[in-house]
């Protein structure tokens, strides 16, 4: 790379390869099948592919150290040192230590893990405190650095800038280590350029939201510093997923030569590019492409925006509005979608050509840049859909008083105090996985299959009444995926065959596409949950995935307001759930776990989605009787942030993610007056760690010492399918017998 930035890049690429190569490495490794070298072998040949890819793509500035093997926070919390002590004593090889603080094991449990922005992918929480020694360990950027420039390609690596890393920490006033962790992060830009990097990229999107003057003050003294060292590289500080706001003169101000911009999802970027007049020198990366998303780009309207950025600067880059490490890998692999839509995507490879298209755009012209595609198709829209939800009233979206609900579920279900249960889903076995591929693949007809599935459904009834659980599940075996199963049924939507994408560590995900109104066909659950239910005389719950999650972990549709969509999706959840109730189904759990991920980064606009997040999963709540128990459930995030919204469901029961965060939630419930059922989990399901009893007892004391017993459910942080079955009955038999235990005291 020379010491021009170029004409176009992209801020990240998926890493998990086309045909999710490193998860499948990564959990042999994690399983003993292959060794350490194999392990390397497999990423070295995935981010080599990657690298030639984009070159042959003729993209001008390519980033490097966007590979992982579970999460890039972790890999800058390891760049820096910060590596609690509890791994470090454990005396594991390095990748060992990385991927116990990743999963956790017998000894320690993992980091704690949470949300990156607003999106599904999940990243691990730093931990500092006064015992953590910040050191520079600059091997894994040096060596990818090396590794791409050995196939004769610059690249520009990346790293999560240490403002934003400290404000995803968690810790005693991580600021307060400030001023000693940017002395590591100039040793390490010393190393860099030592090596002879031209370029590095600090990410910094915490600063995308509200921040305060303090924490301004922080980003200013971190670049000041490092723009002010007298060996580097030149320092581009990325910044995505919505508008900078006051952070833009900070940056603008100090003493680095680029900065991204997100004019995607940060329209408002472009506003004050303009108010803050000429740039000078100051190379601007322009995020044109929406990294987030996987529809085709405007690229005429891209372009009009460009030309005004490009009025402003010296030099412009045409760049993605953030890491494509959010969508699939390549469309082209995508055999079955209808053309119409299929000319409407563009997947991780074609950003990259419209990125690259873009930028000589603005450099020679427009002549070859093509025409907006025409108006969605008319079948698209569904009339009657949208008859119904003009005629919803207020009272729609209303239950009867709570406390009533209370009397009337506990008369039906006669549960005892601190009930248990569990989330929802239970391992999805190599033989569960082998039939939904034999279906797909026509080798068994869809009768055997549901044969199959009903043994499983069976076989798991068996499991959780012999176990002692009070409220059961039928364990979703014949669900692929919580949201893209119920994309597949419903109207509006479309699966993709190969559209993986990255969730966290070695968890993928294949959204489903919302293209058109959302409507439902048929009974999507009913007839698994009420076969369940025939098996067993306790209560089996049903279900669904909730109105926000569904839209958050799809590609939706951007050209109506997401929410409209989401009552689309809400009305065909109300659907359901009435007929579930109709059929004979007492409890009902309708999960949220997206709810504080869709949440606005800028509190300007939290109220207005919060509004209607809400109002949607009450429309489809909503129809069922008093004494129709309705459970949700959310995971895997900042709960305090949203704590009043998650009151405002009205669920009767709700169950969050809890073990790893220590039962912080608890005090956020406590604080606003919580006063319906709630289950904080007590078992780490996304590690592989089995939680000794004596452990989960105490985090059930813990518990009863902030909710009262009457009011407390008993379960683990999410669902069962990543597990298998001998630590799933191991962990479940600990949950139930402490759950015993404390309701004797």
Known sequence: MSNTFGQSTVLGYPRIGANRELKKAVEAYWAGKIGAAELENTAAGLRAEVWQQLRNARLDAIPSNTFSYYDHVLDTAVAVGAIPARFTRL?????????????????????????????????????IDADTTFTPDPAKPLAEYAEAKALGIETRPVLVGPATFLLLAKGTDPF?????????????????????????QLDEPAYVADRTLDELDALQRVYTRLGELEHRPKIFVATYFGELGDALPVLLTAPIEAIGVDLVAGPGNLARLIAAGPLGNK?????????????????RAAITTGAAVTALADHVAVSTSCSLLHVPVDLSVETRLAPELFERLAFARQKVDEVVLLGKALR???AHVPAPLPAAPAAWRNDDVRARLAALTPADRQRGDYEQRATAQQARLNLPELPTTTIGSFPQTAELRKARAELRAGTLDADGYTERMRSEVEHVIRLQERLGLDVLVHGEPERNDMVQYFGEQLDGFAATDHGWVQSYGSRCVRPPIIYGDVARKTPMTVPWSTFAQSLTAKPVKGML???VTILAWSFVRTDQPLADTADQVGLALRDETTDLQAAGITVIQVDEPALRETLPLRKAAQKAYLDWAVGAFRLATSGVADDTQIHTHLCYSEFGEVITAIDALDADVTSIEASRSKMEVLDD??????????GPGVWDIHSPRVPSQDEVTESLRRAVGAVPARRLWVNPDCGLKTRGYPETEASLKHLVAAAAAVRGQ
């Open 669 to 678: 419930l406590a604080a606003i007056g919580y006063s319906r059922g709630v």
């Open 176 to 200: 307060a280590r400030l001023d000693e962790l940017v002395e590591v992060y100039a040793t390490i830009l010393n190393c860099l350029a030592d090596a002879g990097v031209a370029w590095v």
């Open 283 to 299: 190379t601007i990366v322009a995020g044109l492409v929406d990294g987030h998303n996987i529809w085709r780009t405007d690229l």
């Open 91 to 127: 005396g594991f090889s390095g990748l060992n230590t990385y991927f116990a603080m990743a999963r956790g094991v017998d000894a320690e449990p993992a980091l704690e893990l949470t949300k990156w922005f607003a999106t599904n992918y999940h990243y691990l929480v730093p931990e």
């Open 545 to 547: 995935t909730g109105p």
């Open 364 to 366: 020679d012209g427009t």
